[in-house]
């Protein structure tokens, strides 16, 4: 998981100077060239930069990506997927950029979701701005403690499984305390899938395969639950 991990986060920098295109060159094809010719890594504090022609990379929001001194070997990966882009670049080969479809699927799906569990639990939840992971505050962790050792085996029992399948403890805190229905836990954890889908397409039966697997497996949580 840790490498798959760290393999998206060089993904997603090979498009984090997508927004800032637009202002280095005109026309839509030009955007789409190679604009820089060194490639650079810069250690600035306790964080590593990439820079590209002495430019620091910037996330779609406009923040430097720094990256913590202790993944120097992650920096080093995204300075070398950038250096060997080669005189265009192709969408495909962007395949973790922020598309329109995943801004407006999240919007839909998790912005209420994180809304609901602010207010019920009155706990403050941070939003990722960056593509690096966003530490939650530590009254928050505390107040959920408290909410799960209030849960019988049970609910405790869904909640591992539902948290394991759908890869969030707020999805699976939402599913088991019925706040969700499993159709609505299963979109909500499938977002990054579902807006592949509807920008390049399905694939022939993956996509189904994967949305039955995942229902299935937040159906048996809710099973768990009611017995």
């Given at each position: ?87 265009l670049l192709k969408p495909h080969a ?134």
């Amino acid at each position: 998981m840790d490498l798959l991990r760290q393999r998206l986060i060089v993904c997603h920098s090979l498009v984090a100077f997508a927004s800032y295109l637009d202002s280095l060159t005109t026309g839509a094809e030009a955007t789409k060239k190679r604009f820089w010719n060194d490639v650079g890594l810069e250690k600035r504090g306790s964080t590593y930069v990439v820079t590209l022609d002495k430019r620091p990379l910037k996330t779609p929001s406009g923040k430097v990506l720094a990256l913590p001194e202790n993944k120097s070997m992650m920096a080093s990966l995204i300075a070398a997927e950038w250096d060997h882009q080669e005189k265009l670049l192709k969408p495909h080969a962007l395949p973790a950029d922020y598309p329109p479809q995943l801004e407006r699927l999240q919007a839909e799906h998790w912005d209420p979701l994180l809304e609901w569990a602010r207010k019920t639990y009155d706990v403050e939840i941070n939003k990722a701005e960056s593509l690096l992971f966003s530490a939650q505050p530590e009254a928050t962790k505390e107040k959920f403690r408290q909410v799960i050792g209030r849960f019988d085996q049970w609910q405790l029992a869904a909640l591992e499984r539902a948290t394991y399948t759908t890869k969030s403890f707020i999805i699976g805190l939402a599913l088991v305390v019925k706040h969700l229905t499993v159709e609505q836990a299963a979109l909500a954890a499938t977002v990054e899938v579902c807006s592949q889908i509807e920008r390049w397409g399905e694939v022939e039966d993956s996509a189904s395969l994967q949305a039955a697997s995942m229902i299935g497996s937040d159906y048996s949580c809710s099973l768990q639950h009611t017995m």
